[in-house]
Structures are given as C-alpha cells and as structure tokens.
C-alpha cells in the first residue's frame, strides 16, 4: 500500500468517525431521552429498553448495542463474505464505544433539560433528525456502513432480491409502527410518537440523501430537435453549461434529429425551457430531476 491509498482510507474513516458520532450525539441527547424510535439498532434499543433495564442499571444502552452489533456483524460476516464483516466492524464497534463513553461522562438530558414541556418533543425530533441524517449522509458518502440494521438490510437485499433501498425504508417503517405497539401495564397503542417516528425517519432520509447525494435541485434537459447548434448556443448563452449530442430518430416517422442532453441547475431548467420556444417551436423536450451526479459539474 503506498502512501496515497493509506491518506485516503484514512480520511475515509475519519468522516465515518465524525458520521458516526454526530448519530450518537442525536440517540444519547435527543432520541433517548425522549424516548423517539426513528428506526434502525437504535430504535430497536429504545423499544426494548424498557426489558432489558430489568437486567440491572449496568446494562445500558451502549452495552444492548455492543450485543445487537456484534450478532448481526457475525452473521453479516458468514451471510455477506470477509469483505463486509472488515467494512463494518469499525462502524459496529465504535458506535457503541462512543455511547458507553457518554453513559460515563454526560447527562443525557444535558440539552433538553431547559426545554419547556410544550415543545419538548418538537426540539427532540428536529434535532434527532438533523444529527442523525447528517451522521448517515458522511457515513454513507464515503462509502462506509453505521453497523446495526445496515447489515441485516444488506442481507434481505441480497437473499430476498429487494433492493437496498427499499429494504432500508422497510426496516425503519416497521421498527417505527411497532414502537407504538406497549404491553406494559395494559395494552396500548401510542399514534403520537409514531407520528414523530414517521416525521423523524422522512426527514432523516431527506438530509442522507441531501449529504450523501449531494442532492440539490438539478434538472437535466433532453431536447430532440432538428435545430442541435442553435440550441447548443441558446444553451451556452444561458447558463454556461456542456451538452451532449445523441442520434436520434422517430420510431413511427422514422425522421432524423439530435438530442440535445444538458444537466443544469433548476432554475437554470426554466430558462431554457422557456427561451426554446423562440429557437424550435417544434422541439420536443423533457426535463427529469437528477439526484446523483458522477465526474465533473460546474
């Protein structure tokens, strides 16, 4: 390994460190406190905390996710290959460890004790989902695994053929409609903190992609014309922007034109949907969000 690989997997980890720990900061100051379930191996920790406190006040959170972790780690491990279980053992472990240290050093309720009883649970949830989307979003761009859930999910994409984008929502939603679900006592059903569990999980998802993504609101333009250079200009005019040339030709008229292919800003979108009219009134032209962007953009 030369010196360049070794700089890079390190600052690698070093966002997946900073990701991971902004999660625990929202799950110790924020989630458990209030006791919120947003999904994932620490909602589950929320909902049976209650069971496992039982066992004695040196079972804690921290030690519930050192188990859980380490379970699913291994059975990631023989499932998912020696690739994975060396992926996410840091993830897995180091989670854990910065919770434990918390436990030692802080009160959980350090922020929230001011907070007034009305908005009590708003500051928790809006705090919760920031911290935590913006901990996944480092952990997720730069290619690294928060441990947990992530290795079961990966499992269930790849032994029940679901995506895995799917197979993360699934888990959060039902980790989430269970917590309202309370055998203690009597039995109950809790739709406010399911509510918040719902808010919490699609806001979380909203800032990870946000992060991970680099999501902004880009747009990419495909025009099919018989004008290409006018508009390649009319394009460059407006926004400075590359574009690309593709052959094309109607499937019924069996007529000959190019597409005109743009990735732009949203705004920028607007413009030139708008400024076509006046260069090919007969153009056709479709814009399409775009998420993702790889290689270079200005």
């Known amino acids: 390994m030369n010196k360049e690989y070794i700089k890079k997997r390190l600052i690698q980890y070093i966002y997946i460190a900073v990701g991971v720990i902004l999660l625990d900061i929202g799950f110790y100051f924020f989630i458990s406190p209030a006791r919120l379930v947003l999904g994932g191996m620490m909602g589950v920790s929320v ?61 959980p309720n350090f922020f929230l004790k001011e907070v007034s009883e009305s908005g009590y649970y708003i500051i928790a949830l809006v705090c919760s989902s920031i911290l935590s989307g913006l901990g996944l979003g480092l952990a ?34 039902v980790i989430v409609f269970i917590s309202g679900f309370s055998f203690i006592g009597r039995f109950s059903y809790n739709i406010e903190m399911v509510i918040y569990g719902v808010l919490g999980v699609l806001a979380i998802s909203q800032i990870t992609d946000a992060i991970a993504l680099n999501a902004r609101n880009r747009r990419t333009a ?22 690309t040339f593709v052959d094309a030709s109607g499937g019924y008229t069996g007529a000959h034109k190019t597409m005109v292919i743009c990735t732009m800003e949203k705004n920028e979108a607007y413009k030139i949907t708008e400024a076509l009219k ?18 270079e953009y200005l």
């Open 278 to 295: 006046g260069i090919d009134p007969h153009a056709f032209c479709y814009v399409s969000a775009t998420k993702e962007i790889v290689g």
């Open 222 to 243: 495909y025009i099919i014309t018989e004008k290409p250079e006018e508009i390649k200009n009319l394009i460059y005019e407006l926004t400075d922007r590359g574009v």
């Open 140 to 173: 997720l761009k730069h290619n690294g695994s928060t441990g947990g859930l992530d290795v079961v999910q990966k499992i269930m994409s790849k032994y029940l053929h679901i995506p895995y984008s799917k197979t993360m929502y699934l888990t959060d939603w």
């Open 47 to 107: 909902i049976l905390e209650p069971f496992y406190s039982k066992l004695g006040s040196w079972f804690t959170d921290s030690i519930f996710l050192f188990i859980a972790n380490g379970v699913v780690l291994i059975i990631g491990g023989i499932l998912l290959g020696k690739d994975f279980f060396l992926k996410t053992i840091f993830s897995s472990v180091f989670s854990p460890l910065i919770i434990l240290l918390f436990e030692q050093t802080c009160d």
